[in-house]
């Protein structure tokens, strides 16, 4: 049963992942536990079904990403982009926006909503560039997300093909990496089950029970 929920039990308690694995959603303190653990999960655990939410855009554009990292205090989700992809002018300093996860397993859809920005010369940033792989780093040394290419094309440089590079070539790389926060407002949570599904709004106007 962990294996199906791809759990990555250092975030958990062991009461919560009891709750996880053997869910009775009947109070809403349960509903706020599970967003705040399944969120966590979905930051810490490259296999889990939330890894890779949908972002949306207030230009009713929609993409998948990679959620780096989820703080709780604030209620912020982290991902990482390219500062020269469409989105980050959409975003800019401020937007409404959403981000929609799904775990088929656990049956649990997440419709988050609040507010985007984009940072790229904060202390944060550079912490997120800090903490990642020249792997991951490799992705910003190329041409722009979206440019015209004559034919197929990765966008590298051809000495980076199937190449880790190292920190001194990935120095031009930093300028195009960009942290993208979006601090939440409400999330809409839905759990399909055969005994009745169930739905919750947890958010800054209050939290309550609704209709599935
Ligand atoms: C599994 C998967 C993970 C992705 N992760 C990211 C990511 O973490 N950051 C990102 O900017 N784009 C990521 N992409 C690419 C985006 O979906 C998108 O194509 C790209 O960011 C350009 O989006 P835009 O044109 O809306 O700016 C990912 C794509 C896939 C299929």
Known sequence: ?????????????????????????????KVRADIADRLAMAASGRKSAMHTPVVITPD????????????????????????????VEVIGAGADMAVLFYDPDAKVQLRCRGRGRIETDTPLADAAWASSTNFARRCYLGAAPGEESDGPSSGLPDWAQGEQPTDEQLVPARANFAVLLITQSEVDWYWLSHEGHRRALIGDKGDRWLTP
Request: hydrophobic share 40%.
């Open 1 to 29: 049963m962990f294996q199906s929920f791809n759990l990555n039990i250092d975030v958990l308690t062991p009461s919560r992942l009891w709750c996880v694995c053997n869910p009775m959603y009947d109070t809403l303190d």
């Open 60 to 87: 009713a554009d929609a993409r998948i990403m990679v959620l780096r990292e989820f703080d709780t205090d604030s209620s912020t989700l982290r991902f990482h982009t390219d500062i020269r992809s469409p989105k």
